[in-house]
C-alpha cells in the first residue's frame, strides 16, 4: 500500500506490482521467473508466489554459491530465494534502490547490501566491513539518505561512505591536528568525543565512481535474521511495555566494536 499527498492509499497486488524496480523510496520488487537471487536475511518483508528460502552452502544450489558467492565471514547471514513471484525488500526505512553493473567491479558496505542477481560474483574485500560485486548483473543496496556519486580525486568522511566502482580501494588519511594533538589522541585510543570527517577521512584516487549517502549516520547495525526484542513480536522473548534495546548491556564509546564501526572496519 502506498500514500500519496492528497490521494487515499494505493493498494497494490502481484499485477500493479513493478518488476525489478522500486515500489516507492523504501521498498524494491524483485519478480523471480524460475529463477534465483541472493538475499541477506531479514530483508524480505512480503512476497506473493511460491518460493523457497536456503541457506548458503546447503543443499542443492551448492553450485550456484560455489560459482556466485565467495564470502565466508558473512555466509551465514545470506540465503538464496528461489522460484516465482514477487518479493518485497526493505530495510528499516532506509532508501533502497537497484544498480546494474556491466562487466563492472563494486565494492560496497556490507550492512547495505541487501540483494543481488546470481550473474554476479560476491567476494569479500581485503578492507574489513566491505563485499565486492564483479561481473555483470543487478544488485539492491539500501542507503542513509540518497545516493550522491562522485568522482576521484576525493576525501570521504568514513561515515559516508557506501561503497566505491571501477577505483582502487582508498587509503586513510588524518589531519596533521588529529595525529598530533592530544584530544585527537585521546579520541583515537578511547572513542570519547567521537572521530569526525573533518579529521579522519578515506582517500580516494584514480579513476572510478564513489558512493556517498547523503548523511554522516552510519546504519544502525542489526543482527541479520533476528527477531526484535520488542512486545507483540512471536518469539522476541519481550513482555508487553518493557520493550528496550536489543543485546542487552549497551556499549559504551571507545569499545572495539564501536571504533571499528566509527573507522568503517
Same mark, same amino acid.
Given at each position: 500500500?502506498?500514500?500519496?499527498?492528497?490521494?487515499?492509499?494505493?493498494?497494490?497486488?502481484?499485477?500493479?506490482?513493478?518488476?525489478?524496480?522500486?515500489?516507492?523510496?523504501?521498498?524494491?520488487? %524483485?519478480?523471480?521467473?524460475?529463477?534465483?537471487?541472493?538475499?541477506?536475511?531479514?530483508?524480505?518483508?512480503?512476497?506473493?508466489?511460491?518460493?523457497?528460502?536456503?541457506?548458503?552452502?546447503?543443499?542443492?544450489?551448492?553450485?550456484? +554459491?560455489?560459482?556466485?558467492? /565467495?564470502?565466508?565471514? /558473512?555466509?551465514?547471514?545470506?540465503? *538464496?530465494? $528461489?522460484?516465482?513471484?514477487?518479493?518485497?525488500?526493505?530495510?528499516?526505512?532506509?532508501?533502497?534502490?537497484?544498480?546494474?553493473?556491466?562487466?563492472?567491479?563494486?565494492?560496497?558496505?556490507?550492512?547495505?547490501?541487501?540483494?543481488?542477481?546470481? $550473474?554476479?560474483?560476491?567476494?569479500?574485500?581485503?578492507?574489513?566491513?566491505?563485499?565486492?560485486?564483479?561481473?555483470?548483473?543487478?544488485?539492491?543496496?539500501? $542507503?542513509?539518505?540518497? %545516493? *550522491?556519486?562522485?568522482?576521484?580525486?576525493?576525501? %570521504?568522511?568514513?561515515?559516508?561512505?557506501?561503497?566505491?566502482?571501477?577505483?582502487?580501494?582508498?587509503?586513510? /588519511?588524518?589531519?596533521?591536528?588529529?595525529?598530533?594533538?592530544?584530544?585527537?589522541?585521546?579520541?583515537?585510543?578511547?572513542?570519547?568525543?567521537?572521530?569526525?570527517?573533518? !579529521?579522519?577521512?578515506?582517500?580516494? +584516487?584514480?579513476?572510478?565512481?564513489?558512493?556517498?549517502? $547523503?548523511? !554522516?549516520?552510519?546504519?544502525?547495525?542489526?543482527?541479520?535474521?533476528?527477531?526484535?526484542?520488542?512486545?507483540? %513480536?512471536?518469539?522476541?522473548?519481550?513482555?508487553?511495555?518493557?520493550?528496550?534495546?536489543?543485546?542487552?548491556?549497551?556499549?559504551?564509546?571507545?569499545?572495539?566494536?564501536?571504533?571499528?564501526?566509527?573507522?568503517?572496519?
Amino acid at each position: 500500500m502506498t500514500t500519496y499527498p492528497g490521494a487515499g492509499p494505493v493498494i497494490h497486488d502481484p499485477a500493479t506490482l513493478p518488476s525489478d524496480d522500486n515500489v516507492n523510496a523504501y521498498t524494491f520488487c %524483485v519478480e523471480l521467473k524460475g529463477s534465483e537471487w541472493f538475499l541477506q536475511k531479514g530483508k524480505m518483508i512480503a512476497y506473493y508466489g511460491s518460493m523457497t528460502f536456503e541457506g548458503i552452502g546447503h543443499g542443492r544450489l551448492d553450485r550456484l +554459491v560455489r560459482t556466485s558467492f /565467495h564470502s565466508p565471514l /558473512h555466509a551465514s547471514d545470506w540465503v *538464496v530465494a $528461489s522460484g516465482s513471484g514477487k518479493m518485497l525488500l526493505a530495510d528499516r526505512a532506509f532508501d533502497v534502490n537497484s544498480y546494474d553493473l556491466d562487466d563492472g567491479n563494486l565494492t560496497i558496505r556490507s550492512g547495505n547490501l541487501l540483494a543481488f542477481q546470481p $550473474s554476479l560474483a560476491l567476494k569479500q574485500s581485503i578492507v574489513p566491513g566491505f563485499l565486492t560485486l564483479i561481473g555483470t548483473g543487478k544488485f539492491v543496496a539500501a $542507503s542513509n539518505g540518497p %545516493v *550522491v556519486f562522485m568522482e576521484p580525486p576525493i576525501r %570521504v568522511d568514513p561515515q559516508a561512505l557506501v561503497g566505491w566502482a571501477d577505483c582502487p580501494s582508498p587509503c586513510h /588519511h588524518y589531519d596533521h591536528g588529529y595525529m598530533t594533538g592530544l584530544m585527537g589522541g585521546l579520541r583515537a585510543m578511547t572513542g570519547i568525543g567521537g572521530a569526525s570527517g573533518e !579529521e579522519h577521512q578515506f582517500e580516494f +584516487v584514480g579513476a572510478g565512481t564513489v558512493l556517498l549517502q $547523503s548523511s !554522516e549516520t552510519l546504519m544502525e547495525e542489526q543482527a541479520t535474521g533476528a527477531v526484535p526484542g520488542e512486545p507483540g %513480536v512471536p518469539g522476541s522473548g519481550a513482555t508487553t511495555g518493557h520493550s528496550g534495546p536489543q543485546g542487552g548491556t549497551p556499549r559504551l564509546p571507545g569499545q572495539l566494536g564501536d571504533l571499528q564501526r566509527r573507522f568503517g572496519l
